[in-house]
């Protein structure tokens, strides 16, 4: 992997252990667009298959010189505990069969203490600025703004069947902000003329979709074919996402 930089960000969206998939994004984005930070949206190690291998990547492109920080997901927040009680030698049926799997896969590739780490560290950030932009998991309500947007809706908020998703009806007052957490088929940008003020790069990757990075400073998106379907060969390069045109601008209601 060439780790000379351009001070460049990825921000890639949820792994759920998908290791395979986030070591080929991390080649890709690195010699396509030399970043030099990488952001990750939350959802880092559940319901994929190689969650020791994710933990593992990670920690290896840090000591290569990457920048990495991630924003705590929902299922982060959960995890983190579950491993919690067990490590401390907690009975396995006080936590979810889901989370229980996570961890006989971090035992069997040696990675439990690492991923407690770096759970430890994600679940204390429920939002990272760089730049201009702001990366969280799951995004804000446009009503109440960044600021006014309780903690637990910006790691929690996912609207139910039938209802808008957050980025339709957000303007833009806040900066650009960045999000995971709700899968969609292509990533999506919502922008103002020219100026992007949501994106989301959520594109499932254990469902069967991608996994995606968005290239801050260039306004690009970069995916990888998810492993998840069986016989998929390797695929990555630059992807073209869904645009939408940001809302109208809303009058915010009153907070406290």
């Not at 252990?17 to 010699?31: I, K, P, R």
């Not at 637990?152 to 957050?166: C, F, M, Q, S």
């Not at 922008?191 to 290239?215: F, H, K, Q």
Request: aromatic share 2%; proline share 5%; net charge negative.
């Amino acid at each position: 992997m060439n780790t000379q930089s351009q001070d460049r960000t990825a921000i890639i969206g949820d792994v759920h252990g998908c290791a395979e998939e986030l070591e080929e994004l991390l080649d890709v984005t690195v010699d396509l667009r030399s970043v030099s930070r990488v952001v990750l949206t939350g959802d880092l190690l559940t319901k994929g298959p190689d969650p020791a291998g994710t933990v593992r990547i990670l920690e290896e492109v840090a000591r290569r010189g990457l920048e990495v920080a991630s924003v705590c997901g929902n299922q982060d927040l959960r995890l983190s505990g579950s491993l919690g009680r067990l490590v401390e030698g907690g009975r396995p049926r006080s936590v979810a069969k889901a989370d229980r799997l996570v961890h006989d896969r971090l035992v069997k590739g040696g990675m439990v203490d690492a991923a407690v780490r770096l759970l430890a560290d994600t679940v204390e950030r429920v939002e990272i600025r760089v730049g201009d932009a702001t990366v969280l998991h799951a995004g804000i309500d446009p009503a109440l703004g960044l600021a006014a947007t309780d903690p637990h809706d910006k790691i929690h908020l996912k609207p139910g069947a039938g209802r808008r998703p957050w980025w339709l009806d957000y303007d833009g007052t806040d900066g650009l902000v960045i999000c995971g957490h709700r899968p969609v088929a292509s990533p999506i940008r919502s922008a103002r003329g020219e100026r992007p003020v949501a994106v989301n790069v959520d594109t499932g990757c254990v469902g069967g979709g991608s996994l995606t990075a968005y290239i801050l400073e260039t306004d690009e998106f970069i995916s990888v074919e998810s492993r998840q379907v069986p016989g998929r060969a390797a695929r990555g390069g630059i992807v073209a996402p869904t645009a939408i045109e940001a809302a109208a601008p809303l009058a915010r209601g009153r907070v406290g």
